[in-house]
């Protein structure tokens, strides 16, 4: 499998085709050069004036938006987590709680298309 694109990706609105565009990475450091495989286009079909429907895809937009920092946020907490229980071993060290853990794997896992078992 390829890497994701990294960040940091953008969000424009298109107000005459009611969607959102996701500009990853690599279109946004290429002004001018938006084509398909720089874009993902969220096509929704709704407005502003369409309320808590419009509000929820706006937020689903800039969830897909954050990805890139996301993942690497989550790669980030494991790996501080293995730092600071080395450095913290005599106090009985730092652990996240086994859900916790479990989540962000799972979320890197599938993020990674790979199978956590």
């Given at each position: 499998m390829?890497?994701?694109?990294?960040?940091?990706?953008?969000?424009?609105?298109?107000?005459?085709?009611?969607?959102?565009?996701?500009?990853?990475?690599?279109?946004?450091?290429?002004?001018?050069?938006?084509?398909?495989?720089?874009?993902?286009?969220?096509?929704?079909?709704?407005?502003?004036?369409?309320?808590?429907?419009?509000?929820?895809?706006?937020?689903?937009?800039?969830?897909?938006?954050a990805?890139?920092e996301?993942?690497?946020?989550?790669?980030?907490?494991?790996?501080?987590?293995?730092?600071?229980?080395?450095?913290?071993?005599?106090?009985?060290?730092?652990?996240?709680?086994?859900?916790?853990?479990?989540?962000?794997?799972?979320?890197?896992?599938?993020?990674?298309?790979?199978?956590?078992?």
């Open positions: 390829s890497k994701p694109t990294p960040g940091p990706w953008g969000v424009e609105y298109e107000e005459d085709l009611g969607r959102h565009t996701i500009s990853m990475a690599t279109a946004l450091q290429t002004p001018g050069h938006y084509s398909a495989q720089h874009i993902i286009e969220y096509d929704h079909g709704l407005y502003p004036e369409d309320g808590k429907q419009y509000d929820e895809a706006e937020a689903n937009a800039r969830l897909i938006a990805a890139p996301l993942l690497e946020a989550c790669k980030k907490v494991l790996q501080d987590e293995m730092s600071d229980y080395k450095s913290c071993a005599e106090f009985g060290g730092y652990v996240l709680d086994d859900a916790v853990r479990d989540a962000v794997k799972a979320a890197i896992a599938k993020a990674e298309e790979r199978n956590e078992s």
